[in-house]
């Protein structure tokens, strides 16, 4: 997505990594990672105020406004509030590459990269599986993801079901599309207060390594490290369309996903302009962030499909960053490969 800095502090991984890299080095790896999970091209990216994470104050409760006879006062109101600290966890790896390797190549620095594509590959996986699945009770030393989240289709077990909408799959072969609104004020992610933009690769030069049989030798080595965190700090801005069986896609009775996206469109409580008008006292945070619609590649097929339809004027293709982008209602829809077609049934 192109609008990308909103505000002094919200801004993409890109965003970031030009204003603390000068030549360029790291800005290139932030888009080699995003290639295929669009999620960390879009996602908004605000500093920390610990140094291990982000304590944010979000609202449980509006005031309640009374009637006031003549003569009469009324109680005073109030909101009512909470506040979370939200933890970041540290994803590392070091790649070693032989000297005499990389000298045979005659381009020491290309073929450096073209071996460490795998290693930035890994961690972009790593990461969009994290945001959109991590629990902490399971794996700790991750952030709470996404799905944890919105867990439930019944606001009995958390209220976060009000933004979960039940496709009607009931197998195992589930996935979900994600309508995430992107926001100081709604949903973002974080990296550790007075670090560089969450990601940081260090070339550490020659280094003494072992192979299995605890020889040495050496070998260029990097060091990739990505510090990174969660907040949702308005629940209502983003929404879980669950329970999508993906075998029904080609055959069977699938699911109207146009009309569960205009559903999903309809959850949030302000919309973007482009999609509904649906305009509250919310407004204001639509000029603070940017939505997108997130879906596996077999969910983005069928959609792209669906756009050559004429009869689905909702869905169109258009080009983002001279990129060709189906959207719905103006909203990109994007691709994440680590969304996966096996989720259990939400209940």
């Known amino acids: 997505m192109s609008q990308t800095t909103i505000g002094p502090a919200a801004l993409t991984l890109a965003d970031w990594a030009k204003r603390i890299d000068d030549d360029g080095k790291i800005a290139e790896i932030i888009n080699l990672l995003s290639q295929t999970n669009e999620i960390l091209d879009d996602m908004l990216w605000i500093e920390g105020n610990l140094p291990t994470g982000h ?4 609202r449980t409760g509006l005031p309640i406004a009374y009637w006031r006879l003549l003569n009469q006062g009324v109680p005073r109101g109030k909101s009512t509030t909470a506040q979370i600290t ?7 790896t070091y790649s070693d590459i032989d000297v005499d390797l990389v000298a045979l190549s005659g381009n020491d620095r290309a073929f450096r990269l073209s071996e460490e594509l795998a290693f930035l590959e890994g961690m972009n996986q790593q990461m969009a599986q994290t945001i959109f699945y991590n629990n902490v009770t399971t794996t700790p030393a991750a952030f709470m993801g996404l799905a944890p989240r919105y867990p439930s289709v019944l606001t009995t077990n958390a209220q976060t079901a009000n933004n979960v909408i039940d496709a009607g799959g009931v197998n195992s072969t589930n996935t979900s599309i994600w309508l995430i609104h992107w926001g100081p004020m709604s949903v973002h992610g974080i990296f550790p207060k007075g670090q560089k933009a969450g990601f ?14 605890n020889n040495p030798y050496y070998a260029w080595r990097t060091h990739y490290k990505w510090d990174a965190g969660l907040v949702v700090k308005d629940w209502r801005y983003a929404v879980r369309i669950a329970n999508v069986d993906v075998t029904t896609l080609s055959g069977g009775t699938p699911p109207n996903l146009i009309n569960l996206m205009i559903r999903a469109i309809h959850r949030l409580p302000t919309q973007p302009a482009r999609a509904g008008n649906v305009q509250t006292s919310d407004a ?32 169109r293709m258009d080009e983002f960053d001279g990129k060709p982008v189906t959207s719905f209602r103006g909203i990109p829809i994007r691709t994440c490969d680590q969304l996966l077609n096996t989720e259990a049934r939400v209940v």
């Not at 939200?86 to 590392?92: D, H, K, P, T």
């Not at 030069?205 to 192979?211: F, L, R, S």
Request: proline share 4%; with cysteine.
């Open 55 to 58: 304590k944010t104050t979000i």
């Open 86 to 92: 939200e933890s970041c966890g540290m994803l590392e």
């Open 200 to 213: 940081r690769q260090e070339d550490m030069g020659k280094t003494p390594v072992y192979d299995s049989n």
């Open 284 to 315: 204001p945070r639509l000029t603070l962030g940017q939505a997108g619609f997130y879906c596996n590649r077999a969910i983005s097929t069928w959609l792209d499909i669906q756009a050559l339809n004429k009869q689905n004027v909702l869905l």
